[in-house]
Nanobody
Framework: QLQLVESGGGLVQPGGSQRLSCAASGFSLDYRAIGWFRQAPGKEREGLAC????????TYVDSVKGRFTISRDNAKNTVYLQMNSLKPEDTAVYYCAARAINLCGPSTAYLYWGQGTQVTVSS
């Protein structure tokens, strides 16, 4: 079964940090662009970051630039999202997604999606 599984979500205080993981099973993440997205209640899904093979290219949306870092470990078939200086407005369900090719793109371009993990930033 081909799937992505996110983990690492939970409750964190404002200013705190959290690391999300995205593990693939049933297929390899090698030579695929991987993206992180989030969706808050009542809002559209937002693309946060993307990473290509070997970390050769990483892109971030302005709202998380300098706070979030995307990375990958192909040996573990896993991609990570390190989130620092978290704010209440970062509260959302976070998703990872994989493309069929090694090129970042809009959310509609991603082939495989995880089920999401909830991140809540609150004191």
């Amino acid at each position: 079964q081909l799937q992505l599984v996110e983990s690492g979500g939970g409750l964190v205080q404002p200013g705190g940090s959290q690391r999300l993981s995205c593990a693939a099973s049933g297929f390899s993440l090698d030579y695929r662009a991987i993206g992180w997205f989030r969706q808050a209640p009542g809002k559209e899904r937002e693309g946060l970051a993307c990473i290509t093979e070997g970390g050769a290219s990483t892109t971030y949306v302005d709202s998380v630039k300098g706070r979030f870092t995307i990375s990958r470990d192909n040996a573990k078939n896993t991609v990570y999202l390190q989130m620092n200086s978290l704010k209440p407005e970062d509260t959302a369900v976070y998703y990872c997604a994989a493309r069929a090719i090694n090129l970042c793109g809009p959310s509609t371009a991603y082939l495989y999606w995880g089920q999401g993990t909830q991140v809540t930033v609150s004191s």
